[in-house]
């Protein structure tokens, strides 16, 4: 749950064959019934197929605990989260180019888990000469300071931040955005997440020792799975090829 944003995206599915490939739409139960529970106020969320369910009127609120209960015909599961305040952001400029090649976001704010920080775009203008990509590495040290990367969790299509690129952060307060991370010109959105006890564990214990095979810590009761909750703030930002 990403506060200011409706309900959406809850999945229920079952699990697979370690040794077999499936969509995770085909593994979906798209006929259970799932209800969210709110200031003592149940709501049962719509099935939107492949085994979502969402809820377009209902709003998650930062400071507020919501209940999950999932019935299927395989059984019953049960989780809840505490959504928790956003961070506040600044920044020492708003213009990243070849000639000041960096500018660093910091931010504030209470958190139980950490930070998962994260960019997207907002509009995109031209491609950038390759001489000037790629600088520091796979991200360019374009998300500066300490931290696990999670790409590898299933960003692009699992993760709450929804984003391509992101990372996950149990302490810190400063990133770097530098010009040699980025391909093309364009508009820029610096997005910061301040997450719950339940996110921040199950990032945490996915750095799966490979002489244990330990299992990730999930939260929820009589399945396997994750509910958790996230509240973002956000710094916009150009890219361009030189100061005027």
Not at 73 to 79: E, T, V, W
Not at 176 to 189: E, L, M, Q
Not at 197 to 222: A, I
Request: negative net charge.
């Amino acid at each position: 749950l990403i506060a200011g944003r409706s309900v959406d995206s809850v999945y229920v599915g079952t699990t697979t064959p370690l040794l077999e490939t499936f969509a995770r739409e085909d593994v979906g139960l798209p006929d259970a019934t799932v209800v969210i529970t709110v200031d003592d106020v149940s709501q049962t969320l719509a099935s939107v197929g492949g085994g979502y369910y969402s809820s377009a009127n209902l709003i998650v609120e930062t400071g507020k605990t919501y209940a999950f209960l999932v019935e299927t015909s395989l059984g019953q599961m049960s989780g809840s989260t505490t959504v928790p305040q956003p961070p506040s952001l600044s920044a020492t400029g708003s213009v990243v180019s070849a000639d000041l090649t960096s500018i660093e976001i910091g931010w504030e704010g209470l958190t139980e888990a950490g930070y998962v920080t994260t960019r997207k775009p907002v509009t995109l203008g031209e491609s950038i000469p390759v001489a000037f990509q790629f600088g520091g590495g796979r991200f360019g040290g374009g998300f500066g300071g300490a931290g696990i990367d999670t790409t590898g969790f299933g960003a692009r299509r699992d993760s709450l931040a929804q984003a391509e690129q992101w990372r996950f952060m149990r302490e810190g307060s400063t990133a770097i955005i530098n010009f040699n991370s980025f391909t093309r010109f364009g508009t820029y959105t610096m997005l910061v997440y301040t997450l719950d006890s339940n996110y921040g564990d199950f990032l945490v214990s996915s750095q799966q020792d490979p002489r244990l095979l330990d299992e990730p810590r999930f939260s929820v009761q009589g399945g396997v799975g994750l509910l958790a909750s996230m509240a973002p703030d956000s710094i916009v930002y150009e890219v361009i090829a030189a100061n005027p």
